[in-house]
């Protein structure tokens, strides 16, 4: 019996993992992937993650300096962060959040959940674990969240969530540092979404991702058209596509209803993302910790039910300014149209 069962160990999974085990508490973590294991991301980390963690030098591909924006005519807008930020690949720094942990993930694909009168009972092929409670934290297509039930409540629809698809692209280091430098690249040339550039150290990453109906058809004809484009073409030049990856990405904020009796959902199994720039390695983090502080309350005073959990959880999101991340409509405002995008920049010029 575990006071806790983590479904997912990604940067959710693991951080939630680090307050409760450093809490004394009986946790299992459990993925369905061995470590590390890489997932699809531009890998931009932003200071309040970078000042919050020792993150040590080797797992850093590039220091991020900040944004460089380009609206549909080609103006540029330079964004520079207060601090350093930094650019990862993910199979090292979520590798690294897992080494932090006394209790290493077990591999285990979850597809069962079964909630009994004293205890959850959640597993799948090669293990069954009893628990008081279960996090979701296994990411944007989430088993949690379905087999719990959480699915089929609230709004959470799959029009909210975006579909992002991505190239790798070796380049040598000298060619990055000339044509990118330390800077996320990124490009409102997309309806309902954008594309974007991120440096590694010898490679770039290359991505479109969008929310509209038309441009989650043509994808990948997206990605290849931005790649085409003569002033993209020129920065990547003599570069060769080594890996392609596309997954979802929530785009309208943590979902209306985020636990169930017993369970709990963090990440981007809550939608826990910032709308409109798809970053969500950070609100993975903070809503970790906080469903850890609201866990620790609930086994201390032996409340495990939806309601105990459901007002405590929102009370505390509220708290750290996380529900508010359902209010941002920057999808709508500046994303919808290239003219919006246009005239955006053009403010934010004004005050760069
Ligand atoms: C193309 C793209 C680019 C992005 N770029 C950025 C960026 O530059 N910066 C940023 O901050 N955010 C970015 N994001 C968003 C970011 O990747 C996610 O918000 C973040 O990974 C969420 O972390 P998580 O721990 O909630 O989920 P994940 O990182 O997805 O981890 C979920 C874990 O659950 C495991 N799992 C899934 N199902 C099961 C199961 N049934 N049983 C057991 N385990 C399971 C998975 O193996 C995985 O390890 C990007 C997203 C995409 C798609």
């Known amino acids: ?50 000042s919050e963690l020792e993150i040590p030098d080797n797992i850093m591909e590039r220091p991020l300096e900040g944004y460089r924006i380009f609206s549909p005519s080609g103006a540029m807008v330079q964004s520079s962060f207060p601090t350093r930020g930094l650019i990862v690949r993910r199979e090292r720094f979520d590798n690294f959040l897992i080494k932090r942990l006394k209790n290493q993930p077990k591999r285990i694909r979850v597809s069962r959940y079964e909630i009994k009168k004293e205890f959850v009972e959640v597993g799948g092929k090669g293990g069954s674990f009893r628990t008081n409670l279960v996090v979701g934290a296994d990411g944007v297509n989430s088993v949690v969240r379905k087999i719990s039930g959480i699915n089929d409540c609230g709004k959470n629809r799959s029009s909210d969530m975006a579909v992002a698809m991505q190239y790798e692209i070796s380049l040598s280091k000298e060619r990055v540092d000339d044509m990118i430098g330390n800077w996320f690249e990124v490009y409102y040339s997309i309806p309902y979404g954008y594309a974007w550039i991120s440096p590694l150290k010898d490679a770039v990453k290359l991505g479109v991702g969008g929310l509209s109906p038309s441009f989650k058809k043509n994808c990948k004809k997206n990605l290849d058209e931005f790649l085409k484009r003569k002033d993209i073409k020129e920065k990547i030049s003599d570069g060769k596509i080594v890996r ?10 943590p979902f209306d209803i985020l636990t169930a009796d017993r369970t709990i959902l963090v990440g981007d199994a809550g939608g826990f993302v910032f709308p409109g720039t798809g970053e969500g390695i950070f609100y993975a983090m903070k809503s ?37 991340l359902r209010k941002v409509d920057f999808v709508e405002r500046v994303l919808s149209s290239p003219e919006k995008a246009e005239k955006y920049l053009k403010r934010l010029k004004l005050f760069s």
């Open 244 to 253: 392609t990856e596309a997954h979802l990405i929530p785009m309208r904020g």
């Open 288 to 324: 970790g910790r906080i469903a850890a502080e609201v866990i620790i309350q609930a086994i201390k005073e032996q409340r495990f039910e939806l309601k105990f959990l459901g007002t405590s959880y929102t009370e505390k999101l509220k708290k750290n300014g996380l529900t508010s």
């Open 1 to 50: 019996m575990y006071d806790v069962v983590i479904v997912g160990a990604g940067p959710a999974g693991a951080s939630t993992a680090y307050v409760l085990e450093n809490s004394g508490y009986k946790i299992a973590l459990l993925d369905k992937e061995q470590f590390p294991r890489t997932k699809p991301c531009a890998g931009v980390i932003p200071p309040k993650v970078y």
